[in-house]
T-cell receptor, first 111, second 114 residues
Framework: QKEVEQNSGPLSVPEGAIASLNCTYSDRVSQSFFWYRQYSGKSPELIMSIYSNGDKEDGRFTAQLNKASQYVSLLIRDSQPSDSATYLC???????????FGAGTRLFVKA | DAGVIQSPRHEVTEMGQEVTLRCKPISGHNSLFWYRQTMMRGLELLIYFNNNVPIDDSGMPEDRFSAKMPNASFSTLKIQPSEPRDSAVYFCASMPGAEADTQYFGPGTRLTVL
């Protein structure tokens, strides 16, 4: 069973701090990785995708991928209370369609 | 674009009843997914359609679940008979094509089976 593992949290950080969310995956052939944000009672929405080793930055968000360690992370700089949500890590195997989601990490940003 | 549309948004039914959930994908998207989300099991893929054809239904829990996509703009997920353990939020998602990888989720249907 191919899996994506995340710490369920909750992760609590003060406003303005850096929030660090981590994820590991078991399928070595996975090539595409995603971070979705899900507010309580809402549907998941894609915030970052990453395909190559290294860092990818988009505004306050930075995704990091290390395929050798099968590790994906998401950094949120200058965290805001509006960032409080559950963050789902997901992977997609090459040539496939099946996106495997982690259970999600709940993030609370305290004002 | 209106995004992915699902109906109903909430459904409360009694055990043994038939439940039908509906989804309209984003126009032009030819991949459609049905997911179920619970606290215990997280987000699970139930079935995937590409160009209206079911490609993989290995996530469908059992024969009580069935899904159809009669045309590019409509899909249904049916549970018959429903059981309390089917209570969950059911999401429909669509994707522009098999080569794309960004899924757009609908608002979900919260199903409660009493």
């Amino acid at each position: 069973q191919k899996e994506v593992e995340q710490n369920s949290g909750p992760l609590s950080v003060p406003e303005g701090a850096i929030a660090s969310l981590n994820c590991t995956y078991s399928d070595r052939v996975s090539q595409s990785f995603f971070w979705y944000r899900q507010y309580s009672g809402k549907s998941p929405e894609l915030i970052m995708s990453i395909y190559s080793n290294g860092d990818k930055e988009d505004g306050r968000f930075t995704a990091q991928l290390n395929k050798a360690s099968q590790y994906v992370s998401l950094l949120i700089r200058d965290s805001q209370p509006s960032d409080s949500a559950t963050y789902l890590c997901a992977s997609l195997s090459p040539g496939g369609f099946k996106t495997i989601f982690g259970a999600g990490t709940r993030l609370f940003v305290k004002a | 674009d209106a995004g992915v549309i699902q109906s109903p948004r909430h459904e409360v039914t009694e055990m043994g009843q038939e439940v039908t959930l509906r989804c309209k994908p984003i126009s032009g998207h030819n991949s459609l997914f049905w997911y179920r989300q619970t606290m215990m099991r997280g987000l699970e893929l139930l079935i995937y359609f590409n160009n209206n054809v079911p490609i993989d239904d290995s996530g469908m829990p059992e024969d009580r679940f069935s899904a159809k996509m009669p045309n590019a703009s409509f899909s249904t997920l049916k549970i018959q008979p429903s059981e309390p353990r089917d209570s969950a939020v059911y999401f429909c998602a669509s994707m522009p094509g098999a080569e794309a990888d960004t899924q757009y989720f609908g608002p979900g249907t919260r199903l409660t089976v009493l």
